[in-house]
């Protein structure tokens, strides 16, 4: 029964790939060849169980290529079942599929320019600190495209493998699921009962993987729950996975919370931060049946503290610019002098220099004028046009000798 099921899959994704080309683009091998520069490890940028991963460019965008490797175990049921779904569902939180090269198992994806969630919550690179606000907001997006899978038409798709070394981030930390080759087709009636979907063997990554799902082989979409609960509270305290959830349980008990959150962030609202964690760990009960509902009670939540975070940051944006409007303002009312250069200061010396130079000399010779003037009018012309000039009687005030005309000797010239 099993095997005719496999069977069934595999049909349909090679039909998929033979039949529906138009949901992707296909390349060939020397267009992939071209763009990593024939798979150089200098463009490498990642390495995963799928095969190692390059950055490239085509079509004068540039693109993240996973190669298939040759050794992989059920890489090519891996590639197929990626295909199918990267090539049948869109979501803002879903990586891109570009296009993909089947005969060689490569795949071709958007670039994203921040890598994966892990390294930027190690600070890989020395990378900054994610604010609390953008944590929040990834948690968000991360559950939103989840509910988006698990409510997936006409078969809910289980991911399998959630953990933050498959959550890429672009340019604006804007987070995105991808390696989906793990996910599984749930039958509707079977996705959230307790009658669950068996598998032989699980699948996933340690410390990531559902515990009874572990033990039992059964699947249902509350198996990605626990994956959830796990990097949700990688997110708040940026730690290794391994004992996580008893910790912190541990931390909230003692009343010592705080000091499990991500000291590289030294403004965590901590009573947010405290519900977050409690979310979290209830997402990481090993039972199933004692997880919370994705739908109706973990994106609600996440949404509310998103929400929370960016209203705390557009008041605090808000605050920036009234500062600066305040002082602009206060700016405007006392203007202060603009400042000249010193070229402009000795220049305005000299040119005031000249002016007072100007003043004095036209000062002088008004002044050499008007005695000039006053000698004319003093002089007395005699009738035989001989002239004398008026006798003048001297007096003392002090040591100053001064003259004064006699004015009985004035004679009108006329």
């Known amino acids: 029964m099993k095997a005719e099921q496999e069977t069934e899959e595999k049909n349909r994704a090679l039909n998929a790939l033979a039949h529906n080309d138009v949901r992707y683009r296909r390349y ?18 990642g390495e995963g169980g799928y095969g190692p991963v390059y950055k490239g460019k085509l079509d ?16 090519k049921k891996q590639f197929q079942q990626e295909v199918e779904v990267l090539s049948t569902i869109r979501h803002p939180h879903m990586v891109l599929l570009l296009g993909a090269c089947p005969e060689y198992g490569v795949l071709v994806y958007e670039y994203m320019d921040n890598g994966s969630l892990e390294d930027r919550l190690l600070q890989k690179q020395n990378t900054p600190p994610i604010p609390w606000s953008t944590r929040f907001k990834i948690a968000a997006e991360i559950a939103t495209a989840l509910l988006f899978l698990h409510q997936a038409k006409p078969e809910p798709l289980v991911h399998r493998d959630l953990k933050p070394a498959n959550i890429l981030l672009d340019r604006n930390y804007v987070s995105k699921i991808s390696d989906v080759g793990l ?33 039992t082989g059964m699947l249902t979409t509350r198996s990605d729950i626990y994956s959830l609960g796990i990097m949700l509270l990688q997110i708040i305290t940026a730690k290794p996975p391994m004992g996580l959830a008893h910790q912190v349980g541990r931390a909230i008990e003692r009343g010592r919370f705080a000091d499990m959150l991500d000291q590289t962030v030294a403004d965590w609202p901590v009573e947010e931060a ?8 209830k997402c990481a009960e090993l039972r199933k ?39 602009s303002r206060g700016s405007s009312r006392s203007p202060l002098p603009h400042p000249k250069s010193s070229s402009q200061a000795r220049m305005s010396n000299a040119t005031q220099r000249g002016l007072n130079k100007l003043l004095i000399r036209k000062r002088a010779t008004a002044k050499k004028v008007k005695r000039q003037l006053t000698r004319t009018k003093t002089r007395k012309l005699i009738p035989d046009g001989k002239e004398s000039k008026k006798r003048s009687k001297t007096k003392r005030r002090g040591n100053r000798r001064m003259f004064v005309w006699d004015d009985k000797y004035l004679q009108d010239s006329e």
């Open 274 to 281: 405290l519900r977050f964690a409690i979310l979290a760990l």
């Open 60 to 75: 004068h965008t540039p693109v993240a290529i996973k190669a298939l490797r040759p050794d992989a175990a059920q890489g």
């Open 183 to 215: 996910a599984r087709l749930v039958p509707p009636s079977l996705a959230d009962s307790v009658t669950q979907y068996h598998m032989t063997s699980a699948a996933g990554t340690f410390c990531y993987i559902d515990p009874e799902y572990q033990q």
């Open 28 to 45: 060939t091998i020397e267009e992939i060849e071209e763009a990593t520069d024939k798979f150089a490890s200098s463009n490498k940028i």
């Open 289 to 327: 049946r004692d997880r919370p509902s994705l739908a109706t009670v973990i994106v609600p939540e996440l949404n509310r503290l998103r929400d929370l975070g960016m209203n705390t940051e557009q008041q605090r944006s808000n605050n920036i610019i009234q500062r600066r409007g305040v002082s």
